[in-house]
């Protein structure tokens, strides 16, 4: 961890650095390169208006008198060869060298303007300037045109010095910076290491908040998510533990009945007596088997919650039909009147098949074995603005308004009905089933008061 | 003159001491290599306008030092060395590896010109800044600009021992030196040109001195024998800018003929050499050069060829130590660079020459 952080820093701020360094070697040369000249052109300067100076009229003729200074100037500082050239008004040569480079554009009268060039196949630094004469005699334009020369090789050896001192001093800084950087890092990432150890070092059980107190702000956020994290956790763990003990409560009823019966069996010598009490224990038998279904269908419904992997999409109308379908024998059975009615097909959800057919038989299966004999249970499916709605109506007895809570719970089964088979499960699995697919299920008293009405709203998949 | 001759007979044995020796001590390592190198080369040409008679002690020398190397000398005149280095190098044939010339702006301008290879020689510090340019152009000299006269017609303090006194004197006796004073023909002389623009550069009162000159009516001539020849028959009396190495070596033989190394400044001139940038002899070139700038080079310069050491750790009286013992700071050594290059402006030097001679020339 500590290292692949180091190498995530160094990959994403050196190759940057290389770069910066890169661009900012090329402007300081530029920058080196411009200081040189500036240093170097005073003499070119100097030589050229001290030229200038001594370029005159006398009784019509230019006269050049080159001063002594103009040349000796160049032996001060450098080594450098120097040419010179002074150009009459008509462009002829008046002295110095023939074919010097002159400048594109030299301004009118008195500015030196400079230039690269390269003369006799050397690289040279040539100024130019243009002086007025003012000859009386002359007529307009009596400028001549005053150039100097001189080789770059002192230029260039000062550029490239200036370069590389500039360049040392830019590598000593980034080296120190990165040194800088490395520190800076074992020290902004102690206090993460320091709760990567704590962490470790928990026990198993220990599922309470780290401390966050002496984090770095930056880290409080994370620490948050991981305490809240770890609540849900130890919340969903003591559930689940209840759920056990719960579960094994239950199945020890079924049991200890299974047990009666089969000593009460052994006991019997009337075979008559013994056939009903076989009948006893199967249906004993076939109350646990239901029992531990219905426990394995909440479980994978709470493991479901969430996140449902199976998901497809459906028509949930079809759906609710096919499982009405298949429950009307158990409602002819119990001469039940059960109604089907709302829209064939068109009502798409997205969700896990099994569990909203599971979810839906679980309803109509209370509504069917709730209601007595005669009675009536009625299946609704419509769409309702972007929800799909199923609602199933019995005329049974209902539900008291204060129980309406509590029947959801596990295991929770109401008295009224305690001569009904039942786990007490059926309604926490509609319930997890119905969270799963982000619905809502709730329960109301039926048309005029009487019977129970469990209205399920799933959301329909979005029109493409 | 005894101790001349001490330090002829002091060089005689120190170089039979050395014959043999090879790369000095303090060269670099791969000295060597060159040496080897300029054995395979075999020769050097030389383009010298200096005497053959000062150069051959140098030329014997050198090649008892570097057994192998022959030194092929042509000696020719300024302007004649300055045209054929130009001419040669545009006919692309063969030319000198070396060129050396009292002529000092004209060698100054063909450095300037790109004629010359850069080569740093390992004497370069035992020089005098004023002496390199570029590591091209090395003054090898030190030839004191001096006045001389005629010892029997002039007396003791008749003797000007400065710019400022030769001045003064023209200008309170011009009937005592009519026709008598005599120097250089500027226009036909390249050296005596050289020589009068830098007395017009360093001295303020020069025009003045011009005038006073002109007053007397001299006698230019365009060799410095001639001025001398006239000097020691009596004709003339007194001339000045005369190159002191010739000057001594007149006066050892003319015993009427007196030196003096003016007071106020002594211009001292320097031969320029610079080897070719296309030497084809670049290795014996650089091995020629360094010899004449080494100790052992420069000790004949002053001690044999007469013409002044720039070393100053080279003993003798004509060298830069001993003449700076005697003259101090009016010592004023031409400069080796591209200043030298005003007067050559062609501009520049009519305009000069226009005006020396209202000022200076004849006048009948
Ligand atoms: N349609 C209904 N009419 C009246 N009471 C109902 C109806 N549906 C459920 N209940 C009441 O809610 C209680 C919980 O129902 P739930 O379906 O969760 O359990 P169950 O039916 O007892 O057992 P299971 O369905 O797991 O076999 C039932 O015991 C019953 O009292
Ligand atoms: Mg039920």
């Not at chain 1, 120190?176 to 198993?204: C, H, K, M, Q, Y």
């Not at chain 1, 064939?344 to 004999?373: F, H, K, Q, S």
């Amino acid at each position: 961890m500590r290292s692949s952080l180091r190498r995530r820093v160094a990959v994403w701020l050196l190759p940057p650095l290389v770069l910066l360094l890169g661009v900012n070697a090329v402007l300081s040369y530029r920058g080196a390169l411009e200081a040189a000249n500036q240093a170097y052109d005073r003499s070119l300067w100097a030589s050229i208006k001290s030229i200038g100076e001594s370029s005159f009229v006398r009784n019509g003729v230019v006269v050049v008198d080159m001063p002594h200074s103009a040349l000796e100037i160049f032996a001060e500082g450098g080594q450098e060869r120097v040419f010179y050239a002074v150009i009459g008004p008509d462009g002829a040569l008046l002295t110095g060298y023939p074919d010097m480079p002159v400048p594109p554009v030299v301004p009118a009268d008195g500015v030196v303007k400079t230039m690269d060039a390269t003369y006799k196949g050397d690289a040279v630094r040539t100024g130019a300037m243009r002086k007025r004469l003012y000859d009386p005699a002359g007529k307009g334009d009596d400028s001549i045109l005053v150039l100097v020369a001189e080789t770059t090789e002192t230029r260039t050896e000062l550029a490239r010095n200036l370069f590389f001192d500039s360049l040392r001093r830019q590598l000593a800084l980034i080296a120190l910076g990165a040194v800088l950087v490395l520190v800076a890092l074992g020290t902004a990432f102690r206090p993460l290491l320091r709760l990567r150890d704590t962490i470790r070092n928990r026990s198993e059980e220990d599922l309470t908040p780290v401390a966050s107190e002496d984090v770095p702000s930056e880290i409080r956020p994370l620490i948050d998510a991981i305490n809240h994290h770890m609540g849900r956790l130890s919340a969903m763990l003591d559930a689940r533990k209840r759920f056990l003990a719960d579960a094994a409560h239950q199945l020890r009823t079924p049991l200890t009945v299974l047990g009666t019966q089969a000593e009460y069996g052994l006991r019997q010598d009337d075979p008559a007596e013994m056939r009903r009490t076989l009948k006893g224990i199967v249906r004993s038998i076939g109350s646990a088997r239901r029992l531990t279904n219905q426990m394995l269908s909440l479980s994978r419904a709470e493991a479901v919650n969430g996140l449902i992997r199976e998901r497809s999409r459906l028509d949930f109308a079809d759906l609710v039909r096919e499982v009405a379908l298949e429950l009307s024998q158990l409602a002819l059975r119990r001469q039940i009147d059960l109604a089907y009615e709302g829209l064939r097909g068109g009502l798409m959800v997205e969700g896990n098949d099994a569990m909203l057919r599971e979810m839906v038989a679980n309803l109509i299966d209370n509504a069917i074995r709730y209601t007595p004999a005669g009675g009536q249970v009625t299946v609704i499916v419509a769409r309702e603005s972007a929800e799909a709605v199923t609602v199933i109506r019995d005329s049974g007895p209902g539900i008291a308004p204060d129980e309406r809570g509590k029947v959801f719970q596990r295991f929770y089964r109401s008295l009224d009905q305690s001569e009904t088979e039942g786990s007490g499960l059926g309604l926490a699995i509609v319930r997890e089933i119905c969270l799963a697919h982000a619905g809502r299920v709730s329960l109301d008293a039926g048309p005029a008061g009487r019977g129970l009405a469990v209205t399920v709203r799933l959301p329909l998949v979005k029109a493409l | 003159m005894k101790s001349m001759r001490l330090a002829l007979a002091l060089c005689a044995s120190a170089s039979l001491s050395v014959a043999h020796a090879q790369a000095p001590a303090d060269y670099p390592a791969d000295y060597a290599a060159v040496i080897a190198a300029a054995r395979q080369e075999g020769k050097v040409r030389i383009y010298a306008a200096t005497d053959t008679a000062a150069a051959s002690p140098l030329i014997k020398d050198f090649e008892a030092l570097y057994p192998g190397v022959k030194v092929e000398y042509s000696d020719m005149n300024t302007t004649e060395l300055y045209n054929r280095v130009i001419s040669e190098k545009a006919a692309g044939g063969t030319s000198g590896d070396v060129f050396w010339s009292s002529s000092m702006d004209l060698q100054i301008k063909l450095v300037n010109d790109g004629f010359a290879l850069t080569y740093k020689s390992p004497e370069v510090a035992k020089l005098p800044e004023w002496a390199v340019w570029r590591n091209e152009g090395y003054g090898t000299t030190y030839e004191p600009i001096v006045f001389i006269y005629n010892k029997r017609l002039l007396k003791p303090e008749e003797v000007p021992q400065s710019h400022a006194e030769l001045a003064k004197m023209l200008a309170a006796n011009p009937e005592r030196f009519k026709g008598k004073l005599t120097s250089y023909d500027i226009e036909k002389s390249g050296v005596g040109f050289l020589l009068i623009t830098q007395d017009a550069k360093l001295n303020p009162a020069f025009w003045d001195l011009a005038k006073a000159i002109g007053a007397a009516s001299p006698r230019f001539q365009s060799s410095s024998g001639t001025m001398m020849e006239r000097i020691g028959s009596g004709e003339n009396l007194l001339g000045f800018n005369i190159i002191g190495s010739y000057a001594l070596l007149r006066a050892k033989k003319d015993p009427g003929i007196g030196i003096v190394m003016p007071k106020d400044y002594t211009l001292v001139m320097s031969r320029i050499m610079f080897i070719a940038k296309t030497a084809q002899n670049s290795n014996a070139a650089k091995l020629w050069l360094d010899y004449i700038l080494s100790k052992r080079g420069q000790t004949i310069i002053a001690n044999q060829s007469e013409l002044g050491s720039i070393r100053a750790d080279v003993e003798g009286d004509l060298t830069a130590h001993g003449l700076a013992k005697a003259l101090g700071s009016a010592l004023k050594p031409i400069q080796v660079g591209p200043g030298l290059l005003t007067y050559l402006d062609q501009a520049k030097r009519l305009e000069f020459i226009k005006q020396w001679q209202q000022t200076a020339a004849l006048r009948k």
